[in-house]
């Protein structure tokens, strides 16, 4: 039954709509969007899914395919940051983006909302971001709010970090809104310019995998927060408004005035593996337009190492699919997303695709862990209104 017909089966009448909205994976450039840097996020296949109807009578009711829950039914006039439906739970998300375009002064004056969706949740694919955008984007046709990509992402991103309460940066709902088929998204998260990067493995002999841990992760604990925070100390104490300001020529005179300031070590870290990843956010888009994709491979290496040893931010899951690809013959490997569990990229030989990812799954096996999700990244295109069937 598609998204449509369950909307119709719920609430007794067809919906005005169906949009959909994707998950994104990140190549490179972890961290860096709320420092205002760089990153370079693809879209996945893997989609938010929204069948909606406008309301003109104040109520929002929501309801996901996905859980054996009831409909949520809010006010919109209610809706308040961190209320009970803006710490954790599924339905902050979609309401949140309902209070940030009436915040930001739209007139949104309810609607109902089914929604399904394939983007695995907790395995740093920004599921929660596919359900935000799609919402937005609805939203945005419904009440003809007339707001570019951009604009809804930023709102959507106000959605999470004032509503939810968690303080992520823009680049998971500018993928979501922004990216397109066959390539990567090199994002200024600074001034929100984009770059649409041709990213065709394919036709140099190449596979993005993508390796859900299926090791759950929550940003809301405090570890995402933590680390903006010594990133922001971090500048504070260079006299710069953000890390991007630091030139990555001038990394080791910035870690050695830090050092002399008696800041925690951990500050130094974090410095450290923000103005690295920016400059290897350059290296890839570099590599990428000469036409050497696998040449990105030791970069990818080279970030797992700095979220790893800098960040902090890895796993044992995490660490073993790197470990594992490389002694397999992988080009290159890096975990991906938020971290403490998640997914991780590996960068293959087409023609050993298979036998890497049978290698991950045997060590996995030998380890006694859950086994993983393994899947191709193929860059797909960016949130959009959908044939009604």
Aim: proline share 5%; net charge negative.
């Amino acid at each position: 039954m598609t998204v449509a017909a369950q909307f119709s089966d719920l609430y007794g009448y067809a919906p005005d709509g169906v949009w959909a909205a994707p998950g994104r994976v990140n190549l490179i450039g972890e961290y860096t969007d709320f420092n205002e840097g760089f990153v370079m996020p693809l879209a996945l296949p893997h989609t938010a899914v929204a069948a909606v109807a406008r309301r003109e009578d104040g109520v929002l009711r929501l309801h996901s395919a996905d859980l054996d829950a009831p409909v949520a039914e809010l006010r919109v006039d209610a809706l308040e940051p961190l209320s009970k439906y803006g710490q954790g739970g599924w339905a902050a998300y979609p309401a949140g983006v309902v209070w940030a375009l009436r915040d930001a002064g739209h007139a949104v004056t309810g609607a109902d909302v089914h929604l399904a969706s394939t983007v695995p949740t907790g395995a740093g694919l920004s599921s929660s971001a596919a359900l935000e955008v799609v919402t937005a984007y609805a939203l945005n046709d419904l009440f003809g709010l007339g707001l570019s990509g951009p604009e809804l992402a930023v709102l959507a991103q106000r959605a999470e970090n004032v509503f939810v309460g968690v303080p992520c940066g823009v680049m998971d709902q500018m993928a979501s809104a922004c990216a397109t088929e066959g390539h990567a998204l090199h994002l200024d998260c600074r001034d929100l310019s984009v770059r649409q990067v041709p990213f065709d493995l394919a036709a140099q002999g190449l596979q993005l995998l993508v390796v859900d841990t299926r090791v759950k992760h929550e940003l809301g604990d405090g570890a995402y927060a933590e680390r903006r925070a010594g990133c922001e100390e971090g500048a504070r104490l260079l006299g710069v408004t953000h890390l991007r300001d630091v030139p990555y020529a001038d990394l080791d005179d910035a870690l050695a005035r830090i050092e002399r300031s008696g800041a925690d070590e951990k500050v130094v870290r974090y410095v450290r593996h923000i103005v690295s990843d920016d400059h290897r956010v350059e290296q890839v888009i570099g590599l990428l337009d000469a036409g050497e994709a696998r040449a990105i491979g030791p970069v990818l290496y080279d970030g797992h190492r700095s979220l790893r040893d800098d960040l902090r931010i890895s796993c044992p899951e995490l660490d073993l699919v790197v470990d594992t690809a490389r002694s397999a013959g992988a080009v290159g490997a890096r975990m991906t997303g938020g971290g403490f569990g998640g997914s991780a990229l590996v960068l293959v030989e087409t023609t050993d695709a298979d036998a890497v990812t049978k290698s991950i799954l045997t060590a996995f096996e030998t380890a006694a862990f859950t086994p993983p999700r393994v899947f191709p990244a193929v860059p797909s295109t960016g949130a959009r209104r959908l044939p009604v069937s």
